[in-house]
């Protein structure tokens, strides 16, 4: 059982590039998100999706698109990069999205925009 | 709207003494919390949960306390050893509105000293 896995690990982009980071979860979850975490902030919801075919956006959706064709994957489209995507990247799953569900974390995607 | 802080940014403990993290909450209504436990270059990794119908709850060398009156959990690790320096932070898993207004504090950063 993987649980939630990301890639890449870690990836330097140049201004205006675009790319995909993947996620993956193997647990049958109905609800999967991606998060940024910043130096000084908390984990910061940029989209997230209750179920194959349904996405939504989250507080810092900007930039970023999503998709959600399978209920295993949820990938995280950078459009065109900016340095201030530089950020670490979490995808999260859950069973549910509402009260008594854990939320697994993947490992992170470290990624440099230059 | 909801929130989840933390007192302490830091905090140092030398190695074998109890470290003692804090956690407040705002809403009345919470029912499910869980602290994570996120080491340097890691995803946050779950430590142990908590329901409102319990005070204590008690795994391998953690202990969380849930105070409702106050709005306050607490994380004890007993007997503090090196593996533990990490930032810890806790969630308010029950949101009204679903996982998506889940909000994640910065965190506390642990320091074990040798």
């Known amino acids: 059982n993987a649980g939630v896995t990301q890639t890449p690990k870690f990836q330097v982009l140049k201004t205006g590039q675009s790319m995909t980071l993947q996620c993956a979860q193997d647990?049958?979850?109905?609800?999967m998100s991606w998060y940024r975490q910043d130096p000084g902030m908390g984990l910061r919801l940029i989209h997230y999706s209750v179920g194959a075919g349904i996405t939504d956006q989250g507080e810092v959706p900007n930039g970023y698109n999503v998709s959600r064709s399978t209920t295993e994957d949820f990938p995280l489209r950078l459009l065109s990069a900016a340095p201030s995507q530089t950020s670490v990247y979490f995808c999260?799953?859950?069973?549910?999205?509402?009260?008594?569900?854990?939320?697994?974390f993947g490992e992170g995607s470290w990624l440099t925009v230059v | 709207g909801e929130s989840v802080g933390l007192h302490l940014p830091t905090l140092s403990v030398q190695e074998g003494d109890n470290s003692i993290i804090n956690c407040a909450y705002s809403n009345s209504a919470s029912d499910y919390f869980i602290w994570y436990k996120q080491e340097s270059g890691k995803g946050p990794q779950f430590i142990i949960d908590?329901?409102?119908?319990?005070d204590k709850r008690q795994g391998q060398r953690v202990t969380v306390l849930l105070n409702k009156t106050v709005k306050h959990l607490s994380l004890q690790i007993a007997a503090t050893q090196p593996g533990d320096s990490a930032v810890y932070f806790c969630a308010d898993l029950s949101p009204p509105g679903g996982y998506q207004k889940v909000t994640f504090g910065i965190g506390t950063k642990l320091q074990v000293i040798p």
């Open positions: 908590i329901r409102s119908n319990m």
């Open positions: 999260a799953s859950s069973y549910g999205r509402t009260s008594g569900n854990t939320i697994y």
């Open positions: 647990m049958n979850h109905e609800y």
